[in-house]
């Protein structure tokens, strides 16, 4: 397997273990919620604007999402501090713990169909893990240097 086609698979497992998560755990809420909730946590308060580039999606999508996670209590919009006619997007407290709720119940959820993995596998999966978090909190201009 080529070094691309070994990315691609990481991400394409990535995804299917996320959706059989959250069927299996009868989650109904949909990813763009976890998504975004995962950007403004790691980013904080964000533009509607930039949210939704970061989140992949179009604006308008943005804003009915902000609106159903306003809603349930999980978002809070405010002013800009740099431009009051602005709005920041921002997660609350109970959007962070729902957030690490969420998390916690993949990881229980999908354990069991890991549970028969040595240590040397499962030190495959740590390192994994670090190097793909490690590379998804990276720019590009971060990695120029790390090629070789």
Same mark, same amino acid.
């Given at each position: 397997?080529?070094?691309?086609? =070994?990315? %691609? =698979?990481?991400?394409?497992?990535?995804?299917?273990?996320?959706?059989?998560?959250?069927?299996?755990?009868?989650? @109904?809420?949909? /990813?763009?919620?976890?998504?975004?909730? /995962?950007?403004?946590?790691?980013?904080?308060? &964000?533009?509607?604007?930039?949210?939704?580039?970061?989140?992949?999606?179009?604006?308008?999508?943005?804003?009915?999402?902000?609106?159903?996670?306003? /809603? =349930?209590?999980? *978002?809070?919009?405010?002013?800009?501090?740099?431009?009051?006619? =602005?709005?920041? *997007?921002?997660?609350?407290?109970?959007?962070?713990?729902?957030?690490?709720?969420?998390?916690?119940?993949?990881?229980?959820?999908?354990?069991?169909?890991?549970?028969?993995?040595? @240590?040397?596998?499962?030190?495959?999966?740590?390192?994994?893990?670090?190097?793909?978090?490690?590379?998804?909190?990276?720019?590009? @201009? @971060? &990695? %120029?240097?790390?090629?070789?």
């Amino acid at each position: 397997m080529h070094k691309a086609e =070994a990315i %691609t =698979a990481i991400v394409l497992a990535a995804h299917a273990l996320a959706r059989i998560a959250a069927h299996d755990a009868g989650n @109904d809420a949909p /990813s763009a919620q976890w998504r975004t909730l /995962s950007i403004l946590d790691q980013r904080g308060g &964000m533009r509607l604007g930039a949210l939704a580039s970061a989140a992949r999606t179009t604006q308008p999508g943005m804003t009915r999402l902000i609106g159903a996670l306003e /809603s =349930a209590g999980l *978002v809070e919009r405010g002013a800009d501090p740099r431009d009051s006619r =602005a709005t920041v *997007v921002t997660a609350t407290a109970a959007g962070i713990r729902a957030l690490h709720e969420w998390r916690t119940e993949l990881g229980t959820t999908l354990a069991p169909r890991f549970d028969d993995l040595g @240590d040397d596998d499962w030190r495959a999966i740590e390192r994994t893990a670090a190097i793909l978090g490690e590379r998804a909190q990276s720019t590009p @201009d @971060d &990695m %120029t240097g790390a090629r070789g």
